[in-house]
T-cell receptor, first 115, second 111 residues
Framework: DGGITQSPKYLFRKEGQNVTLSCEQN?????MYWYRQDPGQGLRLIYY???????QKGDIAEGYSVSREKKESFPLTVTSAQKNPTAFYLC??????????????FGDGTRLSIL | GEDVEQSLFLSVREGDSSVINCTYT??????LYWYKQEPGAGLQLLTY?????DMKQDQRLTVLLNKKDKHLSLRIADTQTGDSAIYFC???????????FGKGTMLLVSP
């Protein structure tokens, strides 16, 4: 079945450590997105990529980094510069199509906590 | 900039109708989406509507759009306990793939 796979489901980070969250999709979508969800805050956009080897900052990119070397994969690294990384992280993908907006489809999320 | 607002909480009894409301900011061409999130899970797309439509119906779900007031609603008929979840309204502007989300409405359905 086609879908978006995020791993791991739960992740723990020590102080000063970088961690990488995985997002893989087999929907043949060009665009991929990373969101952060905090209780009562809704979803906030971290980074997005419309095409391989290109990505743009979202509203809260500081302390995060991404890469887009393959169409299927869009990993997110939470760096030690992110001082409050505890949150639920959601990856999404869509088909960007000129003249219409295709809906985004989401993975099941990764919950990141500080040790 | 874009902004999407929703009421935070709604409680209904099983079998009643639920109406979740959302307001959005000015956009000449806008897509509006409803997503459902169950505890510990990702977001599930329920339905979406383009701003040149007034209504869209899909089984138990009815979306109403009032463009003048920039008001969107999601009506769930015959609400079931399995409908208990957080419902997010989201907006995108034509030609841009990014979404702006509201903070979500928690729907609690009691037996």
């Amino acid at each position: 079945d086609g879908g978006i796979t995020q791993s791991p489901k739960y992740l723990f980070r020590k102080e000063g450590q970088n961690v990488t969250l995985s997002c893989e999709q087999n929907l043949n979508h060009d665009a991929m997105y990373w969101y952060r969800q905090d209780p009562g805050q809704g979803l906030r956009l971290i980074y997005y990529s419309q095409i391989v080897n290109d990505f743009q900052k979202g509203d809260i990119a500081e302390g995060y980094s991404v890469s887009r070397e393959k169409k299927e994969s869009f990993p997110l690294t939470v760096t030690s510069a992110q001082k409050n990384p505890t949150a639920f992280y959601l990856c999404a993908s869509s088909i960007p199509r000129q003249g219409s907006n295709q809906p985004q489809h989401f993975g099941d999320g990764t919950r990141l906590s500080i040790l | 900039g874009e902004d999407v607002e929703q009421s935070l909480f709604l409680s209904v009894r099983e079998g009643d109708s639920s109406v979740i409301n959302c307001t959005y900011t000015d956009s000449s061409s806008t897509y509006l989406y409803w997503y459902k999130q169950e505890p510990g899970a990702g977001l599930q797309l329920l339905t979406y509507i383009f701003s040149n439509m007034d209504m869209k119906q899909d089984q138990r779900l009815t979306v109403l759009l009032n463009k003048k007031d920039k008001h969107l609603s999601l009506r769930i008929a015959d609400t079931q306990t399995g409908d208990s979840a957080i419902y997010f309204c989201a907006e995108s502007i034509l030609g841009y793939s990014t979404l702006t989300f509201g903070k979500g409405t928690m729907l609690l359905v009691s037996p």
